[in-house]
């Protein structure tokens, strides 16, 4: 069974940094592309961003470049998001996917919440 | 970067009826679209790719179709757990933009 699960997600204050992982399992992690995405409180669905299976490619939503950094661990299976100079725009739960390039985004992990508050 | 607009933004509708959601692209997307489910506190759930692929598992009553601009998801026989938000998302390019989404609820 394919499984998604995200953690390190929390309060933290405005211009402070965290930390996302999400974990896979039941599935060759190796052989897909993930995808970040969030949802504020209340609103849509946003794109984050997305990685490549060997890490050589990364694209990034407008909002968050220079701020957010995508990264994967092979050996653990595991994903990343590294987010810098959070502001309260930020506040969202943050899920991670993966990114079936044929058809969108076929797993979800269950989010975690990340609140950027003074 | 490629813009996605619903509509509508909320649809009331009754147990049985047939609802439809459009979904519209700024540019080309060819037939790279994807319609997910979404219920309150819940992850997203895919239902439909490649504009009209149902994902397995997914009622067949849920359908779609549309290619470049112009896309729409269909559902045939509201069912009481149909009632969610529906959102569109293009994979034609990199940047993976989603609609705006459309609220079903019940009338």
């Known amino acids: 069974e394919v499984q998604l699960a995200e953690s390190g997600g929390g309060l933290v204050q405005p211009g402070g940094s965290l930390r996302l992982s999400c974990a896979g399992s039941?599935?060759?992690?190796?052989?897909?592309?993930m995808t970040w995405v969030r949802q504020a409180p209340g609103k849509g669905l946003e794109w984050v961003a997305t990685i490549r299976q060997d890490g050589s490619e990364k694209y990034y939503v407008d909002s968050v470049k220079g701020r957010f950094t995508i990264s994967r661990d092979t050996a653990k299976t595991s994903l990343h998001l590294q987010m810098n100079n959070l502001g309260a725009e930020d506040t969202a739960v943050y899920y991670c996917?993966?990114?079936?390039?044929?058809?969108?985004?076929?797993?979800w992990g269950q989010g975690t919440q990340v609140t950027v508050s003074s | 970067d490629i813009q996605m607009t619903q509509s509508p933004s909320t649809l009331s509708a009754s147990v049985g009826d047939r609802v439809t959601i459009t979904c519209r692209a700024s540019q080309s997307i060819s037939a790279w679209l994807a319609w997910y489910q979404q219920k309150p506190g819940k992850a997203p759930k895919l239902l439909i790719y490649?504009?009209?692929s149902l994902e397995s598992g997914v009622p067949s009553r849920f359908s779609g179709s549309g290619s470049g601009t112009e896309f729409t998801l269909t559902i045939s026989g509201l069912q009481p757990d149909d009632f969610a938000t529906y959102y569109c998302q293009q994979y034609n390019s990199y940047s993976r933009t989603f609609g705006q989404g459309t609220k079903v609820e019940i009338k």
């Open positions: 039941g599935f060759n992690f190796n052989g897909y592309w």
């Open positions: 996917a993966r990114d079936n390039r044929l058809q969108g985004f076929d797993y």
């Open positions: 490649k504009a009209s």
